[in-house]
């Protein structure tokens, strides 16, 4: 099998406390470092610093004021179009710069009033009204070249921008030109055509290039969801490609990375997610699928180590979600997370999260690194938290797993065609931070005889399964019981890319936000799905995609087991939305909180129960289903949610206790874009609304 192996590296030469300890924890403390991009109260990078991690050390805000904040300004990007639900701004050079509306516009503020000082839209093309991924651009990249700050953005067409900080004018001599209408002489490079150039199917197109369409929609369609990242002067960029839940056909264009020099726009290296032949990996792929099918995007964030001049990517599954009968071997590099050198895109090591991945289990943020000290031993560690709600802990240098990570056997396909792989890596440690499939263990137990009567009730009504679930036929004898292809977590998460994981680099500590939902997926044949309309990409359907319309749903009668109850109590132990605390020296679990409050009334419900009266102990606020956004200070994790009457606000969190300590009204709805940072002395936290921006503060 070459240099490939499987379950490893390759490599090159109330409070709701779970904790195992028990009463108040006392986290180690060092000197750690963090990652650079929060000097002098910046956020210079997605994620703030480098290893995303999303921690300041501005410390302005605490448990003794945290219940004094008050709305410093607000912007309404309503002049741009509905906001974009998913963008974290950078602050840099006393500039708050982000993205915002279906256009991907990017925008400039004053970071003490939240006045416009500068917008860039990038002109009209096709590939940009084809992109299902307008609105999801999540932020911009930043880095000082010669001495003059540079904004980078790639935008819904594929295309990539490098911008005058302070004008937000795009360069002089950088890129190449684009032959499309209005497009800037300068400042841009056409991303498509770097990437195909060197594809077979392109190659075998014999049809001029067109910057205005893109990639013919036979071969597939490219597009971004996520900003680069820029590393020690390269511009590291990903991709997405169209969702594979919504795909039928077999076709797609590879997402392969793609880097360019910060300071001239000129291509550095590709590096290849489909391995060709004499790549390693290619065995992976056991028969010509590599040839014409693609995706394993780098849709979420990247995070890098300029130290070790390692960036680190988080990849998606292959062509298509819930099938994968034509492309026959695990697939790698797909849902995987690969560690490239920067300046040459040579892989170092990967590690690979799901084998032939069909569950939609794709990898969705950005991993995390911190410096950890486990046994004693001082070791550089990158942790990536999934939807199917692991932490795979790695040493960032080497890929090679902190604590074991164990091949587990999982149930095979019945589906005509589908050959699963026999095993998936389960981390021994951290423990999972959300159920996983349904099992006795989940069962509510407040009392025996609560125990007894719950665990009857699910053995008799079938409402048992593994996590690794696989799909099934729609309407087949297979999928006649409850937990026929139900995947928990499902596809959403566990965790996904609306809540980030966040970490205390000083600490060890991570602190990652879930949901307790559950997907099922059942398939019909790609030809006959409603799914596969005309201006779907490729040509070729599959033999099976995701059911829909009539007959893609359960059977009548049955009872969806992730939803359980008996009386209206869920048989499942919450909280049904959760924030958990990791001490990644230990990979422990410090404590669980619920996430935000639920309804008064679905509380009262759980206090008066009948079979609950006269217990003591019983959680009654099992949290809102959903997924807070969250940053890290020195003292909180501060996270926002609603409490039991609806109203949004934002939560300081004693992140050594997970403690509540304060509460404050925020203008509505938020989502992803959390930040925090100083701006002539004052420490705001920056939330996205629904129709724009808040910046909190202390008076």
């Known amino acids: 099998m070459g240099d490939y192996q499987r379950g490893r590296s390759l490599h090159l030469p109330t409070l709701l406390r779970l904790t195992l300890l028990g009463g108040l924890l006392c986290l180690p403390m060092t000197t750690t470092a963090q990652g650079p991009g929060v000097q002098k109260g910046q956020w210079s990078f997605l994620g703030g610093d480098a290893w995303h991690t999303r921690y300041t050390p501005a410390d302005q805000i605490n448990a003794s004021n945290f219940s004094d904040l008050k709305v410093a300004w607000r912007f309404d990007a309503g002049s741009f179009g509905p906001s974009t639900s998913r963008a974290t701004p950078s602050y840099v050079d006393g500039r708050l710069i982000t993205v915002t509306g279906e256009r991907r516009r990017v925008i400039a503020l004053d970071p003490a009033t939240g006045e416009l000082l500068w917008s860039f839209t990038e002109p009209n093309t096709f590939r940009y009204e084809y992109s299902m991924r307008k609105g999801y651009g999540k932020g911009i990249a930043y880095a000082e070249i010669d001495g003059r700050g540079v904004v980078y953005i790639t935008t819904p067409g594929f295309f990539l921008h490098a911008l005058d900080a302070e004008t937000g004018r795009p360069l002089e001599n950088w890129g190449k030109p684009v032959d499309i209408a209005g497009f800037p002489k300068s400042g841009t490079v056409d991303l498509v055509w770097d990437l195909i150039q060197d594809w077979g199917r392109w190659q075998e197109w014999k049809k001029p290039y067109d910057p205005y369409q893109g990639i013919p929609l036979e071969l597939g369609y490219i597009t971004s969801s996520s900003p680069p990242i820029v590393v020690n002067g390269v511009v590291v960029v990903g991709n997405s490609a169209e969702q594979g839940y919504e795909q039928t056909r077999k076709e797609m264009v590879p997402g392969d990375i793609l880097a360019y020099d910060a300071r001239t726009g000129a291509l550095k290296w590709k590096f290849h997610v489909i391995p060709r032949p004499g790549e390693a990996g290619h065995e992976t792929w056991k028969n010509d699928a590599w040839k014409w099918t693609g995706d394993v995007s780098s849709w979420a964030p990247m995070s890098a180590d300029p130290e070790l001049g390692l960036v680190y990517i988080p990849t998606n599954g292959a062509t298509m ?56 031993k001082r070791i550089k560690g990158v942790f990536q938290a999934t939807k199917q709600s692991f932490v795979y802990a790695l040493n960032r240098e080497t890929g090679e797993p902190i604590w074991p990570i164990e091949e587990r056997p999982v149930p095979a396909s019945t589906v005509p065609g589908e050959k699963l792989s026999p095993t998936q890596p389960f981390p021994t440690k951290p423990a999972p931070f959300e159920l996983q499939g349904r099992t006795e263990e989940q069962l509510i137990d407040y009392t025996p005889e609560i125990r007894q009567k719950v665990l009857e009730y699910a053995r008799a009504n079938n409402l048992f399964f593994p996590l690794f679930n696989p799909p099934v036929v729609a309407d087949s004898p297979d999928a006649d ?3 026929a292809g139900m995947s928990c977590p499902g596809g959403g998460g566990g965790l ?24 099922t997926y059942t398939l019909m044949p790609g030809a006959e799905s409603p799914l596969n309309a005309e201006n779907q990409t490729g040509t070729t359907p599959s033999e099976w995609s995701r059911a829909a319309g009539a007959g893609a749903g359960r059977r009548r009668g049955q009872i969806r087991p992730d939803v359980a ?20 020296n230990t990979g422990e679990h410090l404590w669980v909180i619920p996430h935000g409050d639920a309804e008064e009334e679905d509380q009262e419900s759980i206090r008066n129960h009948p079979m609950l009266q006269g217990l003591s102990g019983v959680p009654t606020n099992p949290g809102r289903r959903g997924f807070p956004v969250m940053v890290v200070t020195p003292t909180l994790l501060i996270t926002a949610g609603q409490t039991s009457d609806g109203t949004w606000s934002l939560f300081g969190i004693d992140k050594r206790t997970g403690e509540r300590v304060g509460a404050v009204k925020i203008p509505g709805e938020t989502g992803y874009g959390m930040s925090s940072w100083i701006h002539d002395g004052k420490q705001y936290v920056l939330v996205q609304l629904e129709d724009g921006l808040a910046a909190m503060a202390l008076p």
């Open 321 to 376: 979600d819930y099938y994968g009968g034509f492309r026959p071997g695990d697939n790698l590099f797909s849902t995987s997370l690969i560690a490239l050198d920067v300046k040459t895109g040579e892989r170092k090591w990967h590690y690979q999260m799901v084998h032939h991945d069909i569950w939609n289990y794709d990898t969705p943020t950005a991993p995390v690194l911190m410096d950890v000290t486990v046994d004693g």
């Open 481 to 483: 019981w409850p937990g």
């Open 496 to 519: 996904n890319i609306y809540s980030p994981a966040v970490a205390d680099p000083v600490s060890g500590v991570m602190f990652v936000a879930s949901s307790s939902g559950c997907s």
């Open 565 to 584: 109850q008996i009386d209206g109590l869920s048989i499942w132990k919450g909280p049904v939305g959760r924030i958990t605390a990791i001490d990644m």
